[in-house]
């Protein structure tokens, strides 16, 4: 499967978290953008699982973007109020045309 570029329609933040100082000895993660970038977005699958015997569910996505060095499996993309964690990252055909993340989305 591919992607044209006419498919990346989607408005997306690239955010990478940074650990910081909390001034008591520890520390805080905030999430800082780091780009803007049109991506297809694409949902997968999805099922639930059990967790602290509550039912808790997962939905996957496909996220396509143009290829662009830094984006790893530590970051995550928001949109409006989704977020999606990114859990693989594919530099589709080696050719650094496109990438291709994995994500999971986060439930708020």
Known sequence: MTVRIGDLRHR???EAAVREDDGCGGAVETWHEQAEVWAAVRPLG???REAADQLAGRVTH???LRWREGV???MR???AA???DIRVVIDVDERRRFLKCLCEEREL
Request: aromatic share 22%.
């Open 12 to 14: 997306l933040s690239l």
């Open 46 to 48: 999805g099922n639930e």
């Open 62 to 64: 496909e996220v396509w």
């Open 72 to 74: 790893r499996p530590d």
């Open 77 to 79: 993309f928001r949109f």
């Open 82 to 84: 989704r977020t999606f």
